[in-house]
């Protein structure tokens, strides 16, 4: 497989091209990266490019690709709807575009949150933005669009939040979260466990377009399981 990561330098993109580059049957791995990050591997492919409403330039290497795992996304804390808007739809959108038009047979997969409304019509701006990028996303010719939808995520294997209201967060919560994992297995997924659902639903495919933490968890650990689910849920 070669697949392309936006948002390769957050937290959840970090563990994502971990485990793409430790898998056996990824050939390539591709990251959209605003500023080089220093990351070296024989399977990856860095491209620095500043401008994620156009990718023109970068045509060329965008194509032959078989997914996207668009971990790119911001918090919506001091942003008002057209600002959010611009980051999380307008930037999704140009390089799902793209990515649709060179790669028809693409899957892709993109993170979005527990809680996002898909009626695009609730009183919570992030949601409503969310379930709009969703949908939008959903109309494209893909093979595959999925969207996960994860509530807390525990970092692994030194990913690092780049806000540190989240890094604080997760330094305290650090010592009790083998119980919660424990006590929560659906509930608090790991950055290992949501990059190993991708690849799986990637190879496998998913009945259902829409996974919340228990689906990605069980695409993770048993991809067989997640069918059985989806039928389920």
Known sequence: MRVVIFGASGMLGQ?????CLRASDVEQVVTIVRVPSGASDPKLVELVHTDLLDYRAIESTLSGLDACYFCLGVSSAGLDEAQYTRITYDIALAAARTL????PQMTFIYVSGQGTDATEQGRIMWARVKGRTENALRALPFKAVYAFRPGFIQPLHGARSRTRAYRMTYLILAPVMPLLRALF???VLTTEVIAQAMLNITRHGARQAILGSRQINAAATSPGRTARLDAAS
């Open 100 to 103: 649709a038009r060179l790669n």
């Open 185 to 187: 297995p659906n509930q």
């Open 15 to 19: 563990g994502v091209l971990r485990e």
